[in-house]
């Protein structure tokens, strides 16, 4: 993937993707309380959904999405009526760089 001149990975790597993988954690678990599934079932749903592994969709969870899946799991979420934003999935600049400073200071 070629990075953009502002690329908020670029910031600090290790704060995006907590900042990614708490969103999607998030994601799983919106759906998980929605349907009445557990995360795993979830996981397993939205793997089926992508055309992944479970175990692949799995690992997002500590490292975030990657960014062609995110629109796919944003339609996926709006078909299921669960409101989320792609900053939510895919933090921008400002956000990798307040948590950064928050978890430095």
Known sequence: MKYRKKDPR???RKTYEQLASTGFIAALGMYAHKTGCTELEAVQVLSKE???DPIQV???KTTGLP?????PVLN?????DIAFGC?????NSSMVKQ???DRTH
Do not use: T, V
Not at 76 to 80: Q, V
Not at 87 to 91: A, C, G, I, S, T
């Open 10 to 12: 670029l910031i600090d």
């Open 50 to 52: 992508l055309g992944r």
């Open 58 to 60: 799995s690992s997002y």
């Open 67 to 71: 960014d062609h899946l995110i629109e």
């Open 76 to 80: 996926f979420l709006k078909k299921h």
């Open 87 to 91: 900053h939510q999935l895919r933090p």
């Open 99 to 101: 948590a950064f400073l």
